[in-house]
């Protein structure tokens, strides 16, 4: 089929968004390419036909365990094979994942960065036919872009093991420096660039200078109908504000990723389908979240870099209609991002101490721990090893950055499971099991005859329920099958998981780049400077400011945003007050008039003006000198 044909028949589109095709056929002509696409552009597009185009496995490289899940169940949603690897995974389910890809029809393999680098992955890769090497988020891979992540440097050396492989690179957001720098570390041979214009005419962006945040943010949501965002920095806030809010009588919610799994889908399910107006969020909400009808995203509190910011404000208005992204901030907002930046930066003891702790709260011992993962709750841990939390957490992200631990987002993982034995053997051990054999009948009658081949997740309230039991019976049951090597069966969780990326070392041992880390301090510390530069400018178009950070230097004035705004406002006024300076002259120029009689002429002559406008237009011509007093009645000064 056609690429065409393919959109049309996988996803119902009969025509490509503007640069997508062209970035199709730069794949399919085997070229490296970057494209960077403003969020909601439809990225995901650009890989998903060309790879649905050729034979192989496209192989999808992405930070995000949430993404990589919702990309997964969206291409299953259209009968297409999709997989993902990702940390709280057994090696068993990894094993099998990769077996599929090797020797079954999947299309589409999700992974992060840091998996690319395991041995079992290094083994593995020889025998998948890789067609494409897409790079979501592929920003992350530039030290000078905004969410550096080091495991990303590594997908080069992948490149070596599949020389003939095209690479496709994607992003929302890029300067000229990072992109130069993408193509550079991801080896490009050639470089073959598509981008969209960072403008979006549709969305009016406007700053807020305000000492009342929450009147400022309730006034806005009164007067902008519709759905919408209301981004902050702390979990406690989210919560505030929604609660603020719903007393004053407008529907919304809050959500983190402190939440529990269920909690989190729902509350994400109601916005989406509108049964709550506003939701209140850290940036943890709205990757991946495709709602086109956002009228309004409104930040709290300053982000970290204009790229976040422009990501974040760009959920709005995604279907082309007019919207609004409003940024509130007071003084105190920008001592408060130079404080978080410098707290970001734990001293190298903070980072020894937080690893040693770690080793020691998993029981691990030195020399072991290879990619074994745990579910993690950070504050229970920096409580228990006297941490302060803000101090763990950047810790952990520096140990991160390193590659000796890797932490997934709170990701929701159902239970997953997998028959260990084949079709006859599993017939033989449940005629001669008579006590599990209603439970394994359960388990073909709800998941079918794919639970020979790979891993499903399961779900154990759905069998308690068919079987008539409670939850407890059927775990015990699924349990003891496990023990007897019937089944492979990994029970859910909704923790964090942890997993171990090296062998344990002590903490002496560690070896933290520093000079890696100083930069880093100081591309942030740029980061930071261009957002306070951003919310100080009361001269430039709010867009132009925006564009021309990402290297766009020949876009107008939005006409939209709050300058262009007040602009439009002043020149009117401008207008007003001198159209009445030529309505007085003209009056003067027939015969003089008393200040009070020529005000109520020209009131009389032109009634579209107010009479303290003529008497301010009149005083500041006496001022500056245009007219005179002479006998008590005005005239023109020569």
């Given at each position: 089929?056609?690429?065409n044909?393919?959109?049309?028949?996988?996803?119902?589109?009969?025509?490509?968004?503007?640069?997508?095709?062209?970035?199709?056929?730069?794949?399919?002509?085997?070229?490296?390419?970057?494209?960077?696409?403003?969020?909601?552009?439809?990225?995901?597009?650009?890989?998903?036909?060309?790879?649905?185009?050729?034979?192989g496995?496209?192989?999808?490289?992405?930070?995000?365990?949430?993404?990589?899940?919702?990309q997964?169940?969206?291409?299953?949603k259209?009968?297409?094979?999709?997989?993902?690897?990702f940390?709280?995974?057994?090696?068993?389910?990894?094993?099998?994942?990769?077996?599929?890809?090797?020797?079954?029809?999947?299309?589409?393999?999700?992974?992060?960065?840091?998996?690319?680098?395991?041995?079992?992955?290094?083994?593995?890769?020889?025998?998948l036919?890789?067609?494409?090497?897409?790079?979501?988020?592929?920003?992350?891979?530039?030290?000078?872009?905004y969410?550096?992540?080091?495991?990303?440097?590594?997908?080069?050396e992948?490149?070596?093991l599949?020389?003939?492989?095209p690479?496709?690179?994607?992003t929302?957001?890029?300067?000229?420096?990072?992109?130069?720098?993408?193509?550079?570390?991801?080896?490009?041979?050639?470089?073959?660039?598509?981008?969209?214009s960072?403008?979006?005419?549709?969305?009016?962006?406007?700053?807020?200078?305000?000492?009342?945040?929450?009147?400022?943010?309730?006034?806005?949501?009164?007067?902008?109908?519709?759905?919408?965002?209301?981004?902050?920095?702390?979990?406690?806030?989210?919560?505030?504000?929604?609660?603020?809010?719903?007393?004053?009588?407008i529907?919304?919610?809050f959500?983190?990723?402190?939440?529990?799994?269920k909690?989190?889908?729902?509350?994400?399910?109601?916005?989406?389908?509108?049964?709550?107006?506003?939701?209140?969020?850290?940036?943890?909400f709205?990757?991946g979240?495709?709602?086109?009808?956002?009228?309004?995203?409104?930040?709290?509190d300053?982000?970290?870099s204009?790229e976040?910011?422009?990501?974040?404000?760009?959920?709005?208005?995604r279907?082309?209609?007019?919207?609004?992204?409003?940024?509130?901030?007071?003084?105190?907002?920008?001592?408060?991002?130079?404080?978080?930046?410098?707290?970001?930066?734990?001293?190298?003891?903070?980072?020894?101490?937080?690893?040693?702790s770690?080793?020691?709260?998993?029981?691990?011992?030195?020399?072991?721990?290879l990619?074994?993962?745990?579910?993690?709750?950070?504050?229970?841990?920096?409580?228990?090893?006297?941490?302060?939390?803000?101090?763990?957490?950047?810790?952990?992200?520096?140990?991160?950055?390193?590659?000796?631990?890797?932490?997934?987002?709170?990701?929701?993982?159902?239970?997953?499971?997998?028959?260990?034995?084949?079709?006859?053997?599993?017939?033989k051990?449940?005629?001669?099991?008579?006590?599990?054999?209603?439970?394994?009948?359960?388990?073909?009658?709800?998941?079918?005859?794919?639970?020979?081949?790979?891993f499903?997740?399961?779900?154990?309230?759905q069998?308690?329920?068919?079987l008539?039991?409670?939850?407890?019976?059927?775990?015990?049951?699924?349990?003891h099958?496990?023990?007897y090597?019937?089944?492979?069966?990994?029970?859910?969780?909704?923790?964090?998981q942890?997993?171990?990326?090296?062998?344990?070392?002590?903490?002496?041992?560690i070896?933290?780049?520093?000079?890696?880390?100083?930069?880093?301090?100081?591309v942030?510390?740029?980061?930071?400077?261009?957002?306070?530069?951003?919310?100080?400018?009361?001269?430039t178009c709010?867009?132009?400011?925006?564009?021309?950070?990402?290297?766009?230097?020949?876009?107008?004035?939005?006409?939209?945003?709050?300058?262009?705004?007040?602009?439009?406002r002043?020149?009117?006024?401008?207008?007003?007050?001198?159209?009445i300076?030529?309505?007085?002259?003209?009056?003067?120029h027939a015969?003089?008039?008393?200040?009070?009689?020529?005000?109520s002429?020209?009131?009389?002559k032109?009634?579209?003006?107010?009479?303290?406008?003529?008497?301010?237009?009149?005083?500041?011509?006496?001022?500056?000198?245009?007219?005179?007093?002479?006998?008590?009645?005005?005239?023109?000064?020569?």
């Amino acid at each position: 089929m056609t690429i065409n044909e393919i959109l049309k028949k996988h996803w119902g589109y009969s025509a490509f968004r503007p640069l997508q095709e062209d970035i199709i056929n730069s794949v399919l002509q085997g070229h490296d390419t970057l494209a960077l696409m403003p969020t909601g552009g439809g990225k995901s597009i650009c890989f998903q036909v060309p790879a649905m185009a050729q034979d192989g496995v496209c192989l999808v490289i992405s930070p995000l365990i949430a993404l990589m899940k919702d990309q997964v169940y969206n291409l299953r949603k259209r009968n297409l094979s999709a997989s993902a690897i990702f940390s709280g995974m057994t090696k068993t389910e990894i094993e099998r994942t990769l077996d599929n890809c090797a020797y079954g029809n999947t299309k589409f393999l999700y992974l992060s960065p840091e998996r690319l680098q395991t041995e079992l992955f290094k083994a593995r890769l020889p025998k998948l036919n890789v067609s494409l090497l897409a790079i979501d988020e592929a920003h992350c891979i530039s030290q000078w872009g905004y969410d550096f992540r080091p495991p990303y440097l590594q997908i080069a050396e992948i490149r070596e093991l599949l020389p003939d492989i095209p690479v496709l690179a994607l992003t929302a957001t890029a300067t000229k420096q990072v992109q130069k720098d993408i193509q550079e570390k991801l080896a490009f041979r050639g470089g073959h660039v598509f981008e969209k214009s960072f403008t979006r005419s549709n969305l009016s962006y406007s700053v807020f200078f305000e000492e009342d945040k929450t009147k400022k943010l309730l006034q806005i949501l009164q007067n902008v109908p519709g759905t919408g965002i209301v981004y902050v920095r702390s979990r406690k806030k989210t919560k505030d504000i929604a609660y603020f809010l719903q007393k004053n009588g407008i529907s919304a919610d809050f959500y983190h990723a402190g939440l529990d799994a269920k909690a989190r889908s729902d509350k994400q399910d109601k916005w989406i389908k509108n049964q709550r107006r506003i939701i209140v969020c850290t940036n943890a909400f709205g990757m991946g979240i495709d709602k086109p009808d956002v009228r309004v995203v409104v930040h709290i509190d300053l982000p970290e870099s204009l790229e976040a910011y422009y990501q974040e404000a760009g959920r709005a208005g995604r279907d082309g209609k007019k919207s609004y992204a409003a940024l509130l901030y007071h003084k105190a907002d920008i001592f408060s991002l130079d404080e978080q930046l410098e707290n970001r930066y734990p001293s190298l003891d903070i980072i020894k101490k937080t690893y040693q702790s770690l080793g020691n709260h998993f029981q691990i011992a030195i020399g072991a721990g290879l990619d074994q993962s745990f579910d993690f709750d950070m504050v229970e841990f920096a409580k228990k090893f006297h941490i302060k939390p803000l101090q763990a957490f950047n810790a952990l992200r520096i140990l991160e950055q390193d590659n000796y631990i890797s932490l997934s987002e709170a990701v929701y993982l159902p239970s997953r499971l997998m028959i260990r034995l084949n079709k006859e053997e599993f017939y033989k051990y449940k005629v001669a099991n008579k006590r599990v054999e209603p439970y394994l009948d359960a388990l073909l009658r709800l998941y079918g005859g794919t639970l020979y081949d790979h891993f499903r997740p399961i779900n154990e309230r759905q069998m308690a329920q068919v079987l008539r039991t409670s939850v407890e019976y059927v775990q015990n049951a699924l349990n003891h099958l496990k023990d007897y090597n019937v089944i492979h069966y990994v029970p859910q969780t909704n923790q964090p998981q942890l997993t171990f990326m090296r062998e344990r070392a002590s903490a002496d041992q560690i070896q933290i780049n520093r000079k890696r880390l100083d930069f880093r301090r100081e591309v942030q510390h740029g980061n930071v400077s261009m957002v306070i530069k951003y919310v100080t400018n009361q001269e430039t178009c709010r867009s132009q400011q925006l564009v021309r950070y990402f290297g766009e230097l020949d876009s107008k004035p939005c006409g939209v945003c709050d300058i262009c705004l007040q602009a439009k406002r002043q020149k009117k006024e401008e207008e007003r007050l001198e159209a009445i300076n030529e309505t007085v002259k003209s009056l003067l120029h027939a015969e003089s008039l008393s200040f009070d009689l020529l005000v109520s002429q020209v009131a009389q002559k032109a009634t579209q003006y107010k009479q303290d406008e003529i008497v301010k237009v009149v005083r500041w011509m006496m001022d500056n000198e245009q007219l005179k007093e002479e006998e008590e009645k005005l005239v023109i000064t020569l």
